[in-house]
């Protein structure tokens, strides 16, 4: 039934067993999961594909669970759909928009990790799952450990947008709000983790949450006809979404269902949050070694992304550089337009992240980092009715009449030509 064979590090190449492992003990690298790809050959192929359920579980040979899926059973399998008009708006040729905006239950692509975690977790046999959030996953883990029956603790930066933080308390979680950054939210959890028998989705069972984030990369690639595109920005937080749609692509190709895969991967972040962007534009060339990602403090409206301190923040950068492809920041006033943009152009409300990843988009394509000639996704991975602060006086306003016809000709009389 199981696919996965353990955990290894991703420094040193230690192995480990399929256990709660999350730093190797002799490098202190992180740790990552390790399959039989042989055997998934075998099983994992197009044909079979076909008749699954649209779910990110369509792909469970390649998540790290033992048996049945038992969280998220609907999370995944969102729309990847043509963006013509945006397309005519940014100047290009082929755009398409991966949408984890309508993720289900929470309205983003966090509903992926989180359901591969409580999944394994409940495997483990955690009662009580926590985590450390910047808002969307605090979401994700409150919502489905109440639909599983799991005691709940989300720790969080206090300054989070109101609508996020609704979003969690809805479940009931037990919420902590700390008064500090995310960074600092992080590493307190780290103390608790260690003193409490809890399944911390991002720090103790990090290696089988993460791969959750592959299903994004092997949904935009099955929907867009098992051709991958040429380009695909990626926004980054702890710069582990970008590690494993790198990771996906290379495992499509093992397993033969692609043919070598050019994609160029592009990370975006916030001009006000961007250690890894950072990183990327200021690579000279060298060996690995000389890759260091500094530390920031975030100042940003994209409080999602709002990381200073990105536990995958290397792998993402040697991801985004051995890909070919580049990395850009978005200002608070540019991530504000984008959102607008992408709702008046294709109907799309995304939050803040969301804004940041297409500012950054179009400012690739014009600087002609990114051909327009090319085929291009753009990963739309959050909601906007989560973090409505931002717009506040920034989208206009609706026209107030009385209940009157006399009253609607006169307050529109220049629209309808009165
Ligand atoms: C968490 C998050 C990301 C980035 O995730 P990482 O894997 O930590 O880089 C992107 N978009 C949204 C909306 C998120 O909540
Ligand atoms: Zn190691």
Known sequence: MSFFVGLKCRQCGHLYPKEVVFVCEYCFGSVEV????????????????????KSLWRYRELLPIEGDPTVG???????????????????????????????????SFKDRVVSVALTRAREFGFDTVACASTGNLANSVAAH???????RYIFIP??????????????????????????EVNRLCAEIGA???????NINIRPYYAEGS?????????????????????PAAGG??????????????????IDEAHTRLYAAQATGCAPIVNTIKSYAGGPDDDIIVKPVKPNTIAKSLAIGNPADGYYATRCVLESGGGAASASDEEIVEAMKLLAETEGVFTETAGGVTLAVAK????????????????????NGLKTQEPLVNRVGQGVRIKPTLASFESQLADQLGH
């Open 195 to 201: 003193k409490y028998p809890w399944a911390f989705v």
């Open 34 to 53: 390790e399959y039989d790809y042989e055997a998934i050959r075998q099983v994992f192929t197009k044909a079979a594909l076909a008749t699954r359920p």
């Open 73 to 107: 059973l609907f999370s995944g399998y969102t729309p990847l759909f043509r963006a013509e008009r945006l397309a005519q708006a940014l100047g290009v040729d082929e755009l398409y928009i991966k949408d984890d905006s309508v993720s289900h239950p929470t309205l």
């Open 158 to 183: 206090a300054d989070l947008e109101a609508g996020k933080i609704v979003a969690s308390l809805i479940y009931h979680p037990t919420l902590v709000a700390v008064e500090g950054t995310y960074d």
């Open 145 to 151: 450990a109440a639909r599983a029956g799991l005691a």
């Open 214 to 234: 592959k299903t994004y990369a092997y949904e935009i690639v099955e929907q867009l006809g098992w051709r991958p595109p040429q380009h695909i920005v990626i």
């Open 363 to 382: 400012q690739l394509i014009e600087q002609g980092t990114i051909p327009r000639d090319e085929s291009i996704v753009i990963c739309i991975t959050g």
């Open 240 to 257: 582990s979404l970008i590690t494993k749609i790198s990771k996906a692509l290379k495992e499509l190709k093992l397993l033969g269902l």
